[in-house]
């Protein structure tokens, strides 16, 4: 439908179905549009998170046209987390502190509790990086700037689906290398994709 608020619709291709005509597994309306740009997936779920970051139509003009520079904040806005169920339809709707991430890691499933990884990144970074002034140039000498934050380390994330809470925690950095906890670009082994994991890559 053309009228009433923007929604998300999660659809699945079974062999059987053609492009036209997926299966439509649910729908859900976001409060804030934001710019996502991957997902985590069970057994049984699909989890998205609705971060306080969006593409700010209204600057199109005074920015030249560059997409990454109508990247903005919502400040006083909570992530939004939507957990749908791929076998009834059923949503399940959240809210955590705001932060922001290009990408999951991983997600599984224990019992009625989700557990979903994610790695944190400055959304202002997806403007920085790629600008030409930067890539023209680069510092003769490389500091060793992480792509995260101060404060965003690879973060996980609990849900319980029965009293709808969510909480975080963060991994402990025994032997103090950033490298433990502060990477982006998450790989796992995809034999494990949905299920408990051990080992990221980053």
């Not at 439908?1 to 492009?19: F, I, M, N």
Request: net charge negative; charged share 20%.
């Amino acid at each position: 439908a053309l009228t009433g608020p923007p929604y998300v619709e999660v659809q699945r291709y079974r062999p059987e179905d053609d492009y036209q005509t997926p299966e439509v597994i649910a729908s859900f309306v976001p409060k804030k549009l934001s710019t996502i740009h991957s997902f985590s997936i069970t057994e049984n779920y699909a989890i998205f998170f609705f971060y306080p970051v969006i593409i700010d139509g209204k600057k199109m003009f005074e920015t030249g046209f560059h997409v990454f520079e109508l990247l903005t904040w919502l400040e006083d806005e909570q992530t939004e987390v939507f957990v749908v169920n791929l076998k009834t339809g059923k949503v399940i709707e959240l809210e955590t502190n705001p932060t922001y991430s290009a990408h999951h890691a991983n997600a599984y499933e224990n019992g009625e509790i989700l557990i979903v990884d994610i790695a944190p990144t400055p959304y202002n970074n997806l403007r920085d990086y790629l600008s030409l002034d930067s890539m023209l140039n680069p510092p003769k000498i490389s500091k060793g700037l992480s792509i995260n934050g101060e404060d965003d380390q690879f973060t996980r994330y609990t849900i319980n689906t029965e009293s709808k809470k969510i909480s975080t925690a963060t991994f402990p950095n025994t032997i103090k290398n950033k490298f433990i906890n502060d990477f982006d670009f998450p790989t796992i082994n995809e034999e494990y994709r949905g299920l408990p994991y051990c080992i990221v890559y980053g």
